[in-house]
């Protein structure tokens, strides 16, 4: 079994960045591909980014497109999310997960293990 650890949230005025990592260890996660997804108060969990298991490939929601970037270091189970000129509704707690198979998805019911999240706040 994965587990998987976020961190790197925090609270930060609109137009700044974060850098989000997501640690993970336990059973090997090799050739699966990887998420991040966020949860605002009140709303459905959605898709933000998702990265291949090369890193060759990589899928963002239209609404962080440009401005976040999902990166993966195979050799250290890690996989980043760079998040620059941060808006207020940006403001979510940010899970990464493990897909199921090599194939990146945007539905939540297609990755099999999720870490606890990191809340981003972002003030206007």
């Known amino acids: 079994q994965v587990q998987l650890v976020e961190s790197g949230g925090g609270s930060v005025q609109a137009g700044d960045s974060l850098r989000l990592s997501c640690a993970a260890s336990g059973r090997t996660f090799s050739g699966n591909a990887m998420g991040w997804f966020r949860q605002a108060p009140g709303s459905d969990r959605e898709f933000v980014a998702a990265?291949?298991?090369?890193?060759?490939?990589?899928y963002y929601a239209d609404s962080v497109k440009g401005r976040f970037t999902i990166s993966r270091e195979n050799a250290k189970n890690m996989v980043y999310l760079q998040m620059n000129s941060l808006k207020p509704e940006d403001t979510a707690l940010y899970y990464c997960?493990?897909?199921?198979?090599?194939?990146?998805?945007?539905?939540?019911?297609?990755?099999?293990?999720w870490g606890q999240g990191t809340q981003v706040t972002v003030s206007s």
């Open positions: 997960a493990v897909a199921r198979t090599f194939l990146p998805s945007t539905s939540p019911s297609e990755y099999a293990a």
């Open positions: 990265i291949t298991w090369s890193g060759g490939r990589t």
